[in-house]
């Protein structure tokens, strides 16, 4: 068995770069490994309009310009813009964004009021978005989907291991019937519901899913190991050993719908060691090696390349990178946290003071 592998620079699905200091620290990493990506619209306050959307997106490249080092290697790094779903989202903005010369945007984001970091501009459920919904069926802007239920019809709180499984039981149908030509991609996926779904409806170009690093690894054995693991916190929570064991059985099928999504979702230190946790891992330094190490435990590095490189921007209409990365088999561990220019600490899932305990990544990302 080769102990390297070589595919064209991935392309991130679904990551959070922030805002500030803490964009400043996280954007090239994502930049080094991943020639381009969909940005989370999920800031503090939200991207709802274009004009929103070309600021963020000039900050993005500003901190690759400025950043010292790897300048060149990240140089070609392209930001892809997306809006988030408030009530404030109109039909216009998105006849606006789709085909916008400065700053076009590549979808928009659903998050379910409450679920999740920054989710409180969210609606209790996508279907109440009409318009907007049938504006973007009608331009072909994709849906991204958070598919979790997170209130009912009468504003309760659901089980947060049952969210994912109710969204693929009761809202996901119906927006697919009542939208048939809607593009949707359904985010970090994690259940088996959503597997079994994916299996039976997944189409390339029209209902895709992506899938983290961190669903394909852990379970929830991991979440709680000796105690309660903060860098493992997230949404869709880690779930049992199952459902992971079903996701990694579909990334093995090597489907054209299916495509990596990292989430890198960064938090400073104090949000994550808190009396209250906030929701988001941290894996940009550690997700295409990874990807690579579930890979090649589940012998098929041959489906790699497709699923981090290829099956992502071709949903979004776009050619994959010319670059390619080289990977070898060889084991290093992560013991740092990123820190931002104001001194805040960002851990990364797998390191070895705040990870489960010494923590080994098998491949590793040649220079
Ligand atoms: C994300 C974040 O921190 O922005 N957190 C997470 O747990 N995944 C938001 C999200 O994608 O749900
Ligand atoms: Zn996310």
Redesign the pocket.
């Given at each position: 068995m080769s102990d390297t592998i070589t595919i064209k620079k991935p392309f991130d699905s679904?990551?959070?770069l922030r805002r500030g200091a803490m964009l400043r620290a996280v954007t090239p990493i994502t930049a080094e490994k991943f020639y381009s990506a969909i940005v989370?619209p999920?800031t503090e306050p939200p991207i709802e309009t274009v004009e929103q959307a070309v600021e963020y997106k000039k900050e993005i490249l500003a901190a690759l310009k400025n950043h010292q080092g790897v300048a060149l290697m990240v140089s070609a790094f392209e930001p892809l813009m997306t809006l988030y779903l408030t009530k404030k989202l109109t039909p216009a903005e998105i006849e606006k964004g789709v085909s916008n010369d400065v700053c076009k945007i590549y979808g928009v984001?659903s998050y379910p009021y409450g679920a999740?970091?920054n989710s409180q501009w969210g609606f209790r459920s996508i279907l109440e978005a009409k318009d907007v919904l049938k504006k973007m069926e009608e331009v072909g802007m994709p849906l991204l989907l958070?598919g979790e239920v997170h209130l009912n019809e009468n504003n309760e709180e659901e089980d947060p291991y049952d969210g994912e499984k109710l969204f693929i039981a009761d809202v996901l149908p119906r927006l697919l019937e009542t939208y048939p030509k809607l593009k949707v991609s359904l985010?970090?996926m994690s259940t088996s519901q959503a597997v079994d779904f994916m299996e039976k409806n997944g189409k390339d170009g029209q209902l895709v899913a992506t899938v983290t690093p961190t669903h394909l690894m852990y379970d929830r054995r991991q979440a709680f190991s000796g105690g309660y693991r903060p860098l493992l916190h997230?949404?869709p929570l880690i779930k049992r050993r199952e459902h992971k064991e079903r996701v990694r059985e579909l990334v093995k099928k090597g489907l054209p719908f299916i495509s990596a999504?990292t989430?890198?979702?960064p938090h400073p230190e104090s949000k994550k060691f808190s009396s209250c946790c906030v929701f988001?891992v941290f894996n940009s330094p550690v997700a295409v090696e990874l990807y690579t190490q579930v890979f090649d435990e589940l012998g098929c590095l041959d489906k790699l390349e497709n699923f981090m490189s290829m099956n992502g921007p071709r949903f979004y209409g776009l050619e994959p990178s010319s670059e390619t990365i080289t990977l070898a088999k060889k084991d290093w561990q992560t013991s740092e946290p990123v820190v931002t220019e104001e001194d805040v600490k960002v851990w990364p899932i797998c390191n070895t003071q705040h990870g489960l305990g010494n923590e080994t990544v098998h491949w590793q990302v040649q220079a």
């Open positions: 679904h990551v959070h989370m999920n984001k999740t970091t958070h985010e970090h997230m949404k999504g989430d890198s979702a988001g």
